[in-house]
């Protein structure tokens, strides 16, 4: 079946523009993660949704950040304001509920670069 | 600060021999999990382990658990060129289900 997918693979933007990142989870799964990962690191951890909600987002780094869910399936992280700072990788993943023994399933992730 | 942490950061070895990464963390955990990525790409999910078990195996690859260590390791035995790529272990903590993934270690398997 269908991974998670997210959309653009590659998003180029300015200094102080606003972007959209997309996440398309696994049909039916009802848990859905943010990370971001910049070169040479492992991915940290941003936002957390259980259906619409976001349940733990104790890792966005200031109030630029903001993701929705509003149905509980689609994600998108909104960024305010670009910096050269937000530049890496974003990561998109979901796992059928936030149980103790769920696998998290990764998308190929969204370029960032802030110029 | 980063919970999973993986020893080495770097590993270089012929194909057909061992690989053997480590990982460690600090708090209780829900559940561990190894994921693999390519340079530039998604991470693979590779195996999960439970707080409650103590090792598992899937294909080439053996992961333990020790909780009383707050300590994992991954095995891939009869490595190939294919394998090459960096390896994260993945904590979830009890606490929240978020993973926590330390730098990784990047595995090179020589031809």
């Known amino acids: 079946g269908a991974g998670v997918s997210q959309t653009p693979s590659n998003k180029v933007t300015e200094k102080g523009k606003y972007v959209e990142l997309r996440c398309d989870p696994i049909?039916?799964?009802?848990?859905l993660y943010w990370y971001r990962q910049s070169l040479g690191q492992g991915p940290e951890f941003l936002i957390y949704f259980q259906g619409t909600g976001a349940a733990d987002d104790s890792g966005l780094p200031n109030d630029r950040f903001f993701a929705v869910r509003p149905e509980g399936s689609v994600s998108t992280l909104k960024i305010q304001r670009t910096e050269r700072g937000d530049s890496a990788m974003y990561l998109c993943a979901s796992s059928l509920t936030s149980g103790r023994t769920d696998t998290q399933y990764f998308g190929p992730g969204t370029r960032l670069t802030v110029l | 600060s980063q919970q999973g942490e993986e020893d080495p950061q770097a590993l270089s070895i012929q194909e057909g021999e061992n690989a053997t990464m480590n990982c460690s963390y600090k708090?209780?955990?829900?559940?561990l999990q190894w994921y693999r990525q390519n340079s530039g790409r998604g991470l693979v999910h590779l195996i999960l382990?439970?707080?409650?078990?103590r090792e598992k195996h899937s294909g080439r690859l053996r992961v333990t658990l020790d909780t009383s260590k707050k300590s994992s390791s991954l095995l891939i035995t009869a490595s190939r060129a294919a394998d090459t790529a960096s390896y994260f272990c993945a904590p979830s903590m009890r606490s929240s289900y978020k993973l926590i993934f330390g730098s990784g270690t990047r595995l090179l398997v020589r031809p």
């Open positions: 382990i439970r707080s409650n078990e």
């Open positions: 049909s039916g799964h009802t848990a």
């Open positions: 708090t209780s955990i829900n559940n």
